[in-house]
Each structure stands twice: as C-alpha cells, then as structure tokens.
C-alpha cells in the first residue's frame, strides 16, 4: 500500500486549499481512511476519517464546518478540502489508511492506521 498526499502550500488566512490522497494497493470498501497533522513541536492530531465506505466523515472540533473529507474510490483518491483557513491550520497534513473498519472513538487516533502518506506542508499566513 502507498499512499501519495499533495497539494500543500502557502495560502493567507481566510483561504482555501485542497488537499488530495492517491492510494495505490488500497481499494476495499471495508477500509478506514484519515486525514492527520502535525505542527511544529505538537503531537499529531486527527482531523477526519471515515470508517468505511458506508461511514459519514467525522471531523475534528477545531475544523468542524470548514473542512470536508471526502473519498472517490473509482480513482482510489481522497480529498481534504480546506475552506477559511486559519495561522492554526499550519502544519504537515498526512493521509493514513487501514484495511478494516475502527470503532469511532478511535477514528482520529493516529494509532490506529497502519498506512501512511509522507506529508505535504501547509502554511497559513496571518
């Protein structure tokens, strides 16, 4: 499994920014997908997931109404989209994966996914 995370970037607060994941080796309906990031000197915090192909998206407080997760398993790409970004955003996004589906509690619990994307930076200016 591989997974490919791109479209980081420079944007001001109050922009937009869309995030998309290709996944190679990864294509079952049954599979858990997140979205994660991690700021400088910071843990690593969950921002989306979806359980399986049949779960709604459950997002983090902090972007509750200005992120949207979504996945196009024909392309095996997922997307998060980032609308009125804030200087808090700023950090490495990810993308992970697992294979089965997670109970929601540990949806947003990086621990919890075995496949992981390398990171795109995005940084949001004030």
């Known amino acids: 499994v591989q997974l490919q995370a791109s479209g980081g970037g420079l944007v001001q607060a109050g922009g937009s920014l869309r995030l998309p994941c290709a996944a190679s080796?990864?294509?079952?309906?049954?599979?858990?997908v997140a979205w994660f990031r991690q700021a400088p000197g910071k843990e690593r915090e969950g921002v989306s997931c979806i359980r399986s192909f049949s779960s709604g998206p459950m997002y983090a407080d902090s972007v509750k109404g200005r992120f949207t997760f979504t996945r196009d398993n024909a392309k095996n790409t997922m997307y998060l989209q980032m609308n009125s970004l804030k200087p808090e955003d700023t950090a490495v996004y990810y993308c992970a994966a697992r294979f089965t589906r997670i109970l929601p509690y540990v949806c947003l619990d990086p621990s919890s996914y075995t496949y992981w994307g390398q990171g795109t930076l995005v940084t949001v200016s004030s």
């Open positions: 080796g990864f294509a079952s309906d049954y599979g858990s």
